[in-house]
């Protein structure tokens, strides 16, 4: 059984970092699941910087859509996977479908799948609920989506950190 860790806070807190350091405790090989597509020069220059950091011991995976058979088909081939980012992940899909529905479907087959994998998966996510409302249907859709998912995967994981300005705070377990 896999045990589940969710890291959320907001844009550039320190989330990935967090993460990376935590991932590293459980040692060699580790994976990185990113489903953040490059589409432009700033996230060109983001990859590069993410990859630079993590050094060799990370085997990077790169899935913008299909999380849980993604994740299912690399278990047991690494002793933690990182996923940067749900919140990104969210975004794909919420973009390919056009519908809430659906992507909340995911999120539950993701929700059912993760804990009986038996690499230990460590969640980035980000709070996307705590500023203003949007003015645009898709941004509200989009904040609400990532709200409603973000409390079940906390719900299921082992343990919840938040990540305020580089420091981490642990909510669960």
Known sequence: MSRIILITGGARSGKSRFAENLARSFGAPLGYLATGESRDAEMDE???RHRE???PEWSTIEEPLRLTETLAAHDGHFRAVLV???TLWLSNLLLAHDVPERVMTEVREFIDT???LTTPLILVTNEVGMGIVPENRLARMFRDLAGEANELLAAVADEVHVVFSGIPLKLKG
């Open 53 to 55: 950091r993590r050094g």
């Open 84 to 86: 940067d980012c749900v």
């Open 46 to 48: 983001r990859i590069i």
């Open 114 to 116: 993760a804990p009986i």
